[in-house]
């Protein structure tokens, strides 16, 4: 998907809170909106380059949202609001290559107590729920997911399981929102609740996908998928 708003860089200077980030743009120091609540932290490190979205609404305390980030030679896309339209871009586009032949997609679906981030459907009526994760941490190609830990993520799967339980089709797709990722894990150091129900998920037959994305200034679409080791 190709962003509809501009882009402009700036410098990092701290992140005094989870939902905003003090950056210098053009030689003056503004706050920023941080789309992404997680930690970031290997990320977010003073004087490195970020990239920012204007948002021009007179009704925000902010002009900009700190949506990317520089590491290293990698640009690494920090808006937790990107993963689901990238996948419901993919999904159209048949990039997906398990989930093709469903060209019914609905957005945010009731299951039980959890809100599914899409519902597909085909002409002959089958269902299938998908829940999307995005990923940023990542060290030496090789990414995990959480960050922080997420008793609502591992809730999730728990319901992932209950839909396979009663004859729907289910999955989990961690999106990784940079390039250059090889592997994929559950980040048992940082939530080993996650990872127990990860594989309690892949034991009971839920989809466990990992794609990459290729990620620039102006655009981010999914990529490849990755090896998981679970």
Sequence with gaps: MIYEKRIVKAQFINRPNRFYSNVKLDGKEIKVHVPNTGRCK???????????REENNPARKTSYDLIAVEK???????????????????LQKGKIEKLKGYK??????????????????????DEYYLEIKGVTLEEDGYAR?????????????????EAKRRG??????????LENVYKFSPNDERDSKFGEALRAAKAAGVDIFAYNCLVTEESIEINQEVEIIL
């Design 104 to 125: 019914n997609i609905l957005r945010e679906k009731m299951f039980e107590k959890s809100r599914f981030d899409f519902k597909l459907s085909n002409d002959e009526s």
């Design 72 to 90: 290293g030679d990698i640009l690494v896309s920090i808006d937790s609001h990107i993963p689901n339209k990238v996948v419901e871009e993919a």
């Design 145 to 161: 997911f959480p960050d922080a830990p997420t008793e609502r993520g591992a809730r999730h799967l728990m319901e992932l399981i």
């Design 42 to 52: 290997e990320l977010l490190i003073p004087g490195c380059t970020v990239y920012l």
């Design 168 to 177: 729907y089709g289910a999955g989990v797709l961690f999106l990784i929102q």
